[in-house]
């Protein structure tokens, strides 16, 4: 094998724009957030100072307008960021996806005084936001949601407690789905709450397999006064706004699937050319070999599936389904991808001295956020042959 036979993924970018932003992350990542993943993974350290340095680099708000503080970036720019800071540790990668997520609502539904008030803040201001759909009795039947927000005057009252909020408890802002009306999607509005809300608390972070350092709660909500200009959308609008948001969050996921897939690529790489067994690198073997191929494969299929449902998106076309089929395949190829670069650590890659088990850990959460992949199923098959008959 020759040497330097990993090197970084050749991306097509539309813009010379966006071959410099590509270059700024790329040594960010390299100088700011890969030398201390493993570690600080490992001690469970949230990386509030990544992100913020993120916010001044102008990286939290790329697919947002640059009138409010955005980047101006199309999706197809702004998913390949994500996947080179997923790459480099999934815990920032992903908090950049649910940032953007828990800002489309007001992005994209908010009136023009509220995002002049409040988007310049969250886009590039040093906040933190995060996104509550999820509760302990709904999760993939999200439209079931139980937290209730009733009219007061000119405030709203939420009561109710959310599950499996990424930044649950250090978020400076949470877009909260509340239901202010009768049963089913139609009786759920959009609130946008402040991180210090009173009566709003957060529980213990979840003990999690993977993505020790993201942290993920619940949220109590005990009486949490909310003020009617801050609310996002007509009532009864915020699931369709939650809907809309979760589309584009698949791609995030998406791109962040593939970055921890290319990681564990580039590692079992690095260790196969490497590694000498009876004489001769371990890549010489053919099963190896093959096993390698096999994960490119799978990497180069789930980036260009990700970025063909990207460019639907900045074209203005529908990409729903697309976006379910990114996150479908993209999330499974990471597991396949990651376990199989265990395998040809062997030994090695089952212990921490190497990174190749914390992708396969982090990968598996990855076919579970944004709407399980039985229900990517489910979306795509609707897609294709209508609503289910039942």
Known sequence: MPDGAVQPVERQLPTEEAQDLLALVRELVQREIAPHAADEEAAGRFPRELFSLLSESGLLGLPYDSAFGGGDQP??????????????????????????LSCHAL??????????????????????????????SSGSDAASLRT???????????????????????????????RTGGEGAKGVTAFLVPGDAPGLSAA????????????????????????????????????????????????GIAACAIGVAQAALDEALRYATERRQFGRPIADFQ???FMLADMATQIEAGRALYLAAARLRDAGKPFSK?????????????????????????????????????????????????????????????????????
């Open 107 to 136: 992005a994209g539904y908010g009136t023009k005084e509220q995002r002049a008030e409040h988007l310049p803040r969250m886009l590039g201001g040093k906040l933190l936001g995060a996104y509550c759909l999820s509760e302990p």
């Open 287 to 289: 099963g190896l070999r």
């Open 322 to 390: 697309q976006a379910a089929m990114a996150k479908l395949l993209c999330t499974d190829a990471a597991m396949k991808v990651t376990t199989d670069a265990v395998q040809v650590l062997g030994g090695y890659g089952y212990t921490a001295d190497f990174p190749v088990e914390r992708y396969m850990r982090e990968a598996k959460v990855l076919q579970i956020v944004e709407g399980t992949n039985q229900i990517q199923r489910m979306v795509i098959a609707r897609h294709l042959a209508g609503p289910d008959s039942r």
């Open 75 to 100: 999706y197809e720019v702004y998913l390949q960021v994500l996947e080179e800071l997923a790459a480099a540790r999934l815990t920032i990668g992903l908090g950049v996806s649910v940032h953007s």
């Open 148 to 178: 209730k927000a009733v009219r007061d005057g000119d405030d709203w009252v939420l009561t109710g407690t959310k599950a499996w909020i990424t930044h649950g408890g250090v978020a400076d802002f949470y877009t909260v789905l509340a």
């Open 204 to 251: 213990v972070p979840e003990k999690k397999m993977g993505m020790n350092g993201s942290p993920t709660a619940q949220l109590h909500f005990d009486g949490v006064r909310v003020p009617d200009a801050r609310r996002l959308g007509d009532e009864g609008q915020g699931f369709a706004i939650a809907l809309s948001a979760l589309d584009s969050g698949r791609l």
